[in-house]
């Protein structure tokens, strides 16, 4: 089945700074990424998704880029704020059998933004 | 908010019983899925339903199994409890397909005592 590793599994960094998630995935029939944002104690939220036909979709700070030739994915934020802090996991479409797909998430990235 | 909801929020139970988690999807889709979220396994697919019927399955126990009503909200069951089950358990819809955005419910934490 599907596998995705996701790194690191901690990041800290001062506020303004950047920081980058990587995964990588090992379907290559894979065809939607979505990065999700989970604060302590809350609901997983959609952040940002690409599909495999662009290579890198932007939404204001956040952006994510997509090597399907690599097969690996990646989530940048650009000048990171406290609010960002929170576990962001990475995940991908897999098939599971027939035309069914289902998600398989990373073990998730726990992101602290220091003041 | 996401539009989803689900119930109960909490619940508390004994090994070897049973319980039900509900969700309701969003006005206007179809496909609900089941996530189980512990702290050792990380989030995990448990099974899909799209419009009434299952669609694709994940990790799954046998003891455990779902359908989708007719009004397209959802139930969980959980039977044969064990301590290792205890964890949030997120429902999320969409649209149609996986391809669509999922839109995850506040979850349900479920503790096994």
């Known amino acids: 089945g599907e596998n995705v590793e996701q790194h690191p599994s901690t990041l800290s960094v001062q506020e303004g700074d950047s920081a980058v998630i990587k995964c990588t995935y090992s379907?290559?029939?894979?065809?939607?990424f979505p990065w999700y944002k989970q604060e302590l104690g809350k609901r997983p939220q959609l952040i940002i998704d690409i599909r495999s036909n662009v290579g890198e979709k932007k939404d204001q700070r956040i952006a994510v880029t997509l090597n399907k030739t690599a097969k690996h994915f990646s989530l940048h934020i650009t000048e990171t704020q406290p609010e960002d802090s929170a576990v962001y996991f990475c995940a991908s479409s897999s098939n599971s059998g027939g035309s069914n797909y289902k998600l398989t998430f990373g073990k998730g990235t726990l992101l602290t933004v220091n003041p | 908010d996401s539009g989803v909801t689900q119930t109960p929020k909490h619940l508390i139970t004994a090994t070897g019983q049973r319980v039900t988690l509900r969700c309701s999807p969003r006005?206007?889709?179809?496909?609900v899925y089941w996530y189980q979220q512990s702290l050792d396994q990380g989030l995990q697919f448990l099974i899909q339903?799209?419009?009434?019927?299952?669609?694709a399955k994940g990790n799954i126990l046998e003891r455990f199994s779902a359908q989708q009503f007719p009004d397209l909200h959802s139930e969980l069951n959980l039977s044969s409890l064990e301590l290792g089950d205890s964890a949030l358990y997120f429902c999320a819809s969409s649209l149609r397909t996986l391809a669509d955005t999922q839109y995850f419910g506040p979850g349900t934490r479920l503790t096994v005592l």
């Open positions: 379907d290559s029939a894979s065809n939607y």
């Open positions: 339903y799209y419009n009434g019927e299952e669609r």
């Open positions: 006005s206007g889709d179809l496909s």
